[in-house]
């Protein structure tokens, strides 16, 4: 999206890039895609964290990566919090 910068990080230890504190102290909103997902980020970088607000966008983390049909879920939830 225009105008925004991204960065995409897993909760998991195998994931391509893991979610580290640097990568939450630099983010002015984090956006996450299942619910457990906030908890694991609310638990683990909670010091990091601050007053950040942190979005669910209610995808299930089933999708490949960026398959067609999560990129357009992706696209769809972004737009009503980016713009």
């Not at 906030?38 to 983390?61: E, T």
Request: one cysteine or more.
């Amino acid at each position: 999206m225009p105008g925004v910068v991204t960065a995409s990080a897993g909760t998991r230890k195998d994931a391509d890039v893991e979610l580290s504190d640097e990568l939450v102290i630099w983010a002015d909103k984090i956006f996450v895609m299942e619910h457990r997902h906030r908890k694991i980020v609310r638990s683990r970088f909670a010091s990091a964290l601050g007053d950040k607000r942190i979005v669910c966008l209610d995808i299930p983390d089933k999708f490949g990566l960026m398959e067609d049909a999560l990129v357009e879920l992706l696209q769809a939830r972004m737009r009503q919090h980016v713009i």
